[in-house]
């Protein structure tokens, strides 16, 4: 179930603080496939494409929409794709790239370091051929056949688009740069990573002054405590129904997802 968009006035300014369950393995999502790795470099990062989320998504549905990526055309045989690029997104303005326009040749770079054979992010570009960027708004893929789920994979966060700098000076494992709405600020080793907003985002100020994300908050003895008092805004895990209704007496106004998923057990 995917609660619809609260008829109430926009909120600004303050922390908002996300339960999340793990530390991260590591910043360069093409080392690990932990679920950290993916997620919190995409808080700062953005994609290709994006997937449709929150009241608008359809749990039953894996649908994308324009990213960093305007729109996109494939031609009839399924082997070339064309991407025209926003001419609006820039970079954080912080080392190495401060705040440096966002071109389609960065889609090339960012593409041709997650499709190194060493990357374990490589085998989603295996049906690609190459990639080219005739002009900075202007990304071309080339396949070596058709594929029709080729681009779904570019809205998820295992492919968050990169500076290169970050590749070249060795810092990719070291720290968190790209288009988005928050800028990686500081961490608390193994307790907290604090994002803080981007003034120069392309799309607009964001209403929160920053962004915490809170491990460790898949302990329901610590998660639900946590967000009962008002130190987890969102985020943290309830595995029963018992639970549910536990917190929906003691904090009724909140709101409590659920997502359809399927265990297949193997003996």
Excluded: C
Aim: glycine residues 8%; without cysteine; charged residues 20%.
């Amino acid at each position: 179930y995917i609660a619809p968009e609260p008829d109430l006035p926009v909120k600004k300014g303050g922390t908002y603080t996300y339960g999340w369950q793990y530390d991260i393995a590591a910043m360069d999502p093409g080392n690990s496939s932990s679920v950290s790795s993916g997620a919190i470099p995409s808080v700062t990062s953005e994609h290709l494409v994006e997937f449709v989320h929150g009241p608008r998504q359809n749990p039953l549905k894996m649908e994308i929409e324009p990213g960093l990526a305007r729109s996109w055309e494939v031609s009839p045989d399924g082997l070339t794709y064309t991407f025209k690029i926003t001419d609006k997104a820039k970079f954080h303005n912080k080392p190495p790239v401060n705040g440096r326009a966002f071109t389609a040749q960065d889609v090339v770079n960012t593409f041709k370091v997650y499709q190194d054979k060493n990357s374990i992010t490589s085998n989603y570009f295996a049906e690609a051929e190459s990639f080219s960027a005739p002009d900075a708004n202007t990304f071309v893929i080339k396949m070596k056949e058709p594929f029709a789920e080729f681009i779904i994979p570019f809205g998820a966060r295992v492919l968050p688009l990169i500076p290169i700098e970050m590749v070249d000076q060795g810092l990719i494992n070291k720290q968190l740069v790209g288009t988005g709405s928050l800028i990686f600020d500081n961490i608390d080793p193994g307790k907290r990573w604090h994002f803080k907003a981007n003034p120069d985002y392309f799309r607009g100020k964001p209403y929160a002054d920053g962004l915490d994300y809170y491990l460790n908050s898949n302990d329901p003895g610590v998660a639900l405590p946590g967000f009962r008092v008002g130190q987890i805004d969102s985020g943290a895990a309830i595995s029963t129904k018992a639970d549910a209704d536990a917190l929906l007496k003691s904090n009724p106004d909140t709101r409590v997802n659920s997502s359809p998923i399927v265990f297949q057990a193997s003996g």
